[in-house]
Nanobody, 114 residues
Framework: VQLQASGGGLVQAGGSLSLSCAAS????????MGWYRQAPGKQRELVAS???????TYADSVAGRFTISRDIAKNTMYLQMNSLKPEDTAVYYC?????????WGQGTQVTVSS
């Protein structure tokens, strides 16, 4: 497995979850890695990304609530999710982009109850 996402679960609205994406050395990218999510019946969308130099971007819907980070020494990317809302319910995927291609993790379910 190149990317392994974990940390999803069931949480009440207003709660927090922390996702992790553990990558093999060959799959970890310092150029671009991101978290995406896909809700039932919807297209997969970008949630947050982290690029070279640590530059981060966020979807408007999560800005100020979610924080993306990485630990290069551990080949791991994180997503801290606070103030969760029912509309954050989705399967969350991690992605890395490398010069020779991209990798997707298997997804982890996040369910936020109202």
């Amino acid at each position: 497995v190149q990317l392994q996402a974990s940390g999803g679960g069931l949480v009440q609205a207003g709660g927090s979850l922390s996702l992790s994406c553990a990558a093999s050395r060959s799959a970890f990218s310092i150029t671009y890695m991101g978290w995406y999510r896909q809700a039932p019946g919807k297209q997969r969308e970008l949630v947050a990304s982290i690029a070279g130099g640590g530059t981060t971007t966020y979807a408007d819907s999560v800005a100020g609530r979610f924080t993306i980070s990485r630990d290069i020494a551990k080949n791991t990317m994180y997503l801290q999710m606070n103030s969760l809302k029912p509309e954050d319910t989705a399967v969350y995927y991690c992605k890395s982009v490398l010069p020779w291609g991209s990798y997707w993790g298997q997804g982890t379910q996040v369910t936020v109850s109202s």
